[in-house]
């Protein structure tokens, strides 16, 4: 490492950068001096020749990676392939992901999608792409490696929190276009409405699968919501899908949904219901985990708010931040963090996330200690001191059979409509 002096850097910048000629004084706490000076420096001594464009690019990337872990620019490659992810199709893994101490870290991986397959899960971090160290090529560039011609493969290590050593797992591409909305039945009462992202035609697509789901079971008298690893999408998307399971003529908060408000906490937007419930006032239950985040956090905090559903499962992600995507060009963009959105009740979700009314672990589904049900594992069964009844009700094998199908946190969600069900009896 060598040092050279200012009046030096001045000279050759002056010499060989006609804007530095044209002004004499230099003022050297002005950053914007010291921008176009670092430039005029890169341009003329760094050891590999580079373009003013290419100089240009490197200092926007630059900029807006220092800001926040969501603010990106986005060349031509990057704009098409965002473009293409909003829209529910893109070539790749399937995994929402996000920087972390220089590491990719796994939001959540889509439902059905290679990295789904894989094993990899929420909270995963990914340190290499086929060897090369994510820290040494950028966030930008990792991300473009993952992503590739469909059957292909990428080799990422995967290091898991609690793990002793670090995972090799090999992903084979595959062209993403999962739908966005699955529906089923929990048994003869209870509907199940998973919500895997929010996408472009995620709206159309949850009002048509509602309707049918409430018609075609008329006896259904309880519905879960699946928002477990939907990493988010767009807000607008979100804010509509919400609004099927409210009615804005009973709910309060001025029928708010969420708030984005921008710098010095102005308002930029108030989103607010204007349908009526799809499924008229039926009750709910909604799961999250650490995998739910941005819109899925925005409906979760919304019908938690409005009293419209019980919460069940973990803390979510806790990304309560909105970028919006700016075009340089016709090819070209920056996606800027410009705001943030509160619940209706006027909670921050960034950092701190939805917490849940009733809390139940990520536990995976094939645990078989999950399935070797004992007596007095059962919630209703009956003690030592007799103090509670047997309730006839309980079927083991129906109870094991849906932690199998939906897991642990669902099958929690299922039990607490049920106990609210039978509450109501009572009364």
């Known amino acids: 490492m060598r040092f050279v002096s200012l009046s030096l850097c001045l000279f050759i910048a002056q010499v060989l950068n006609p804007v530095f000629a044209q ?14 000076l670092t430039m005029a420096i890169v341009k003329h001594t760094y050891i590999n020749s ?7 690019e490197k200092a926007i990337r ?23 992810s909003t829209a529910g199709q893109v070539t790749g893994i399937g995994v929402e992901v996000t920087i972390d101490r220089g590491m990719i870290k796994v939001i959540a991986p889509l439902d059905h999608s290679p990295a789904k397959k894989a094993g990899i899960k929420n909270g995963d971090y990914i340190t290499h792409i086929n060897g090369d160290l994510v820290l040494d090529i950028g966030f930008n560039e990792a991300i473009s490696r ?76 309880g519905m879960v919501i699946d928002l477990r690893n939907n990493p988010g999408g767009l807000l607008d998307a979100a804010v509509e899908v919400t609004d099927l399971f409210l009615d804005h003529k009973q709910i309060g908060y001025d029928k708010t949904i969420t708030t984005a408000k ?40 919304a019908l938690k708010d409005h009293k419209r559903a019980t ?30 959105y509160y619940s209706p009740a006027g909670r921050v979700v960034q950092s ?30 009956i003690t030592s001191d007799h103090k509670r009844k047997q309730d006839k009700r309980s079927n083991p094998s129906h109870e094991a059979e849906i932690i199998s199908n ?18 109501l009896q009572c009364r």
Request: aromatic share 6%; charged share 25%.
């Open 62 to 84: 630059g900029l807006l990676s220092e800001l926040d872990p969501h603010s990106s620019y986005l060349d031509i490659n990057e704009f098409s392939m965002l473009k293409d």
């Open 406 to 423: 939906f897991g642990f946190e669902v099958y929690q969600a299922y039990q607490t409509l049920l106990n609210k069900q039978r509450l």
């Open 262 to 301: 921008e710098r010095n906490m102005k308002v930029m937007q108030d989103y607010k219901s204007q349908t009526g419930d799809m499924t008229d006032n039926m009750p709910l239950a909604v799961v999250i985990n650490s995998g739910s985040a941005s819109g899925a956090e925005i409906m979760a905090a």
């Open 146 to 221: 993952i992503k590739g011609e469909s059957g292909t493969q990428v080799n990422l290590t995967i290091v898991r929190p609690g793990d002793t050593k670090p995972r090799q797992v090999v992903v084979v591409r595959e062209l993403i276009k999962a739908p966005s909305i699955e529906t089923d039945m929990i048994g003869d009462h209870i509907g199940y409405f998973k919500i895997s992202y929010f996408g472009t035609s995620s709206a159309d697509e949850a009002r048509t699968k509602l309707r049918r789901l409430v018609k075609s079971h008329p006896k259904m008298t």
């Open 352 to 381: 701190n996330g939805v917490s849940p009314d009733v809390e139940a672990p990520d536990l995976v589904a094939s645990d078989a200690s999950l399935l070797d049900m004992r007596e007095r594992d059962y919630l209703n069964a």
């Open 311 to 340: 919460i069940v499962g973990e803390t979510s992600f806790g990304k309560g931040s909105i970028q919006t995507v700016m075009p340089l060009s016709d090819e070209t963009a920056i996606k800027i963090t410009t705001g943030l």
């Open 50 to 56: 580079l373009s003013d464009n290419t100089i240009a």
């Open 23 to 36: 002004n004499n004084v230099y003022d050297p706490s002005n950053k914007i001096n010291q921008l176009a």
